[in-house]
């Protein structure tokens, strides 16, 4: 039966069955950590906040139970963070690369196979009530096989070698994939309180193993590959230059480029990662604010707060595509971006009421649209043969700044969260003066960024030296790699 070339499928059912649990994980250790501190059970409420369970003579008690737990609880995402990280650095920047001779496939296929391993961890930690610190070994178990990063890179590779015309059109397929994730994580946010409730965690964690079980089957059975492997993979020789050729990409990536296009190329990569860094490590923490006093939000409200915040990658799409059609600059594009989310976050920290965090959502609407945009103008500057190396670095990048900076924020919110919880996202919001500066530095150098013939076909400086070399078959000069040498 003949595969089909649609990745889709596989972003959307990944995003759902991930985001059924992802919000819930954390709530979850928050429950637990409750009961072994408190050595009572989590005070559950029909009303908006938690918070009002409390009679007056017990809130200082309380509100010190509630301190301790948020310390605790944002120690143990550190944790997980921490152990988690290097593996899953090298094993993305391995296989993403890896994926330009094996297969796209390699790189889609391994991080659900681990996403599931974890996922399955979570439902037999939540049923036998097994030690929560367990699920710290279980993410280290997920990082050996990659993680979302690997996951990513991989899908957006995939797209990126389908769409061989470059231009406008990479940039909404791009786009159309943060759309898709945002669609289906926010319904299954969206779900999260109403399925804790009925089923408790045990629900979720068995329906989010199921799904992801079926779009592993899909990934290995019906999407069909778009990379053809060499037959050179066949024996012991040819998977040791497969090794060296995962080392040699990205130093060829950027020595076929010229000076200009180069330069563009790591500032572009600068803006991608400072940005990164600003917006995970301040995101990461909302759900933890809203737990804590004077919200004290329920799983209800934390499920609607999740859905929404979804919401801005349909609305970053739609933003894409809108501006696109007008022919609104790229950079001009990241700009606002990079404002939307830096006025999102300075609302966030200032939000002491339900009203008004639920508000902090609709300035960050267009918060995801620079990462759609940052891809795709770096996808048009290499050549279609050094697509994987670009995302596996993208991918390594984005993992490496994820992890330090879910580290640095968790850190200064354990730190802060006595006296002031929305520090973390006041600095988030400071942070993004850093990629909007850079914006400036490369408008500065003043590469047309917005053309239609942005896939460059890059060359090497000297073709004497690798004569038989093409954009088909960029191993066979791995010999020639000064860098292999």
């Known amino acids: 039966m003949k595969g089909l070339y649609l990745v889709e499928p596989v972003v959307a059912l990944y995003a759902f069955s991930t985001y059924l649990t992802y919000p819930l994980v954390l709530q979850y250790v928050y429950r637990r950590l409750w009961k072994q501190l408190t050595n009572s059970s989590y005070p559950v409420s029909d009303n908006t906040s938690t918070c009002a369970t409390a009679n007056a003579s017990d809130h200082d008690n309380q509100t010190s139970y509630f301190q301790e737990v948020q310390e605790q609880a944002s120690l143990f995402s550190l944790y997980s963070q921490i152990l988690s990280a290097v593996p899953s650095l090298l094993v993305t920047l391995l296989l993403v690369a890896y994926s330009d001779r094996a297969g796209r496939k390699v790189a889609i296929v391994m991080p659900l196979i681990g996403t599931l391993l974890y996922t399955l ?30 996951f990513l890179g991989g899908c957006f590779a995939y797209v990126a070698d389908l769409s061989d015309g470059g231009g406008r059109g990479m940039t909404l397929r791009i786009a159309g994939l943060d759309m898709m994730i945002g669609l289906l994580s926010g319904v299954a946010a969206l779900s999260t309180g109403y399925f804790l409730r009925v089923a408790g965690f045990n629900g979720p964690f068995l329906t989010s193993a199921g799904c992801q079980s079926l779009v592993l089957l899909y990934a290995i059975f019906i999407l069909e590959e778009t990379v053809t492997q060499s037959d050179a993979d066949s024996d012991d020789v040819g998977r040791w230059k497969a090794v060296r050729q995962m080392f040699s990409a990205i130093y060829r990536m950027f020595a076929r480029a ?220 791995s010999d020639h790699d000064p860098l292999l040498r």
């Open 121 to 150: 961890s979570l439902l037999l930690v939540s049923y036998f009530e097994l030690n929560v610190y367990l699920l710290v070994g279980a993410s280290l178990l997920s990082a050996l096989f990659g993680g979302l990063g690997t």
């Open 258 to 477: 010229g000076a200009k296009r180069r330069t563009l190329l790591i500032l572009l990569m600068f803006i991608f990662t400072s940005f990164s860094f600003a917006a995970v490590g301040s995101l990461s923490l909302i759900v933890l604010y809203e737990l804590n006093e004077p919200l004290c939000w329920t799983e209800i409200l934390i499920g609607y707060g999740a859905a929404l915040s979804t919401t801005v990658f349909l609305f970053s799409f739609a933003g894409v595509a809108a501006f696109t059609y007008c022919g609104t600059s790229q950079l001009l594009m990241v700009l606002m971006g990079i404002l939307s989310l830096a006025t999102g976050m300075t609302m966030v920290a200032f939000s002491k009421t339900t009203l008004m965090i639920f508000l902090a959502r609709i300035p960050m609407l267009l918060s995801i649209m620079p990462f759609s945009v940052l891809r795709s103008m770096m996808s048009k500057i290499i050549s279609k043969s050094e697509q994987g190396a670009l995302f596996a670095l993208l991918s390594f990048a984005e993992v490496l700044t994820s992890n330090v900076s879910a580290a640095v924020f968790t850190t200064l919110y354990a730190a802060t969260v006595a006296w002031c919880p929305g520090f973390v996202f006041l600095l988030g919001a400071g942070l993004c003066a850093i990629p909007t500066m850079l914006l400036g530095v490369v408008c500065a150098i003043g590469v047309d960024v917005d053309g239609e013939d942005e896939t460059v076909a890059v060359e090497y400086e000297d073709e004497e030296e690798c004569p038989q070399a093409d954009k088909d078959s960029p191993q066979d000069c």
